[in-house]
């Protein structure tokens, strides 16, 4: 079974910084994109910053120069540093991967950690 295991979340003032993770684990699987999306109360799921399997990365323009996401492939493990946050990114955020399991490729999601941006 595939699990998507987050953490990094936590509160943060205003300007100050964050660095999510999230690990993938199973037995015999592949990894192709992963991807940081959030949710904030009243509003739908977004995008916030995605990373193919070869390293090309894209960016909600809301986060763009703020935000970057990295991969550790040996680790299975996507990062989301996050700098210069600001109220409006409170929202919980959630990993998810495109991995090849038990036959077939399909999304997975982690279960989301919460981001609370406040003085």
């Known amino acids: 079974q595939v699990q998507l295991v987050e953490s990094g979340g936590g509160l943060v003032q205003p300007g100050g910084s964050l660095r999510l993770s999230c690990a993938a684990s199973?037995?015999?699987?592949?990894?192709?994109?992963m991807g940081w999306y959030r949710q904030a109360p009243g509003k739908q799921r977004e995008l916030v910053a995605s990373i193919t399997g070869g390293g090309s990365t894209n960016y909600a323009d809301s986060v763009k120069g703020r935000f970057t996401i990295s991969r550790d492939n040996a680790k299975n493990t996507v990062y989301l540093q996050m700098n210069s946050l600001k109220p409006e990114d409170t929202a919980v955020y959630y990993c998810r991967a495109n991995i090849y399991y038990s036959g077939s490729w399909n999304v997975y999601w982690g279960q989301g950690t919460q981001v609370t941006v406040s003085s």
């Open positions: 199973a037995s015999r699987f592949s990894i192709n994109a």
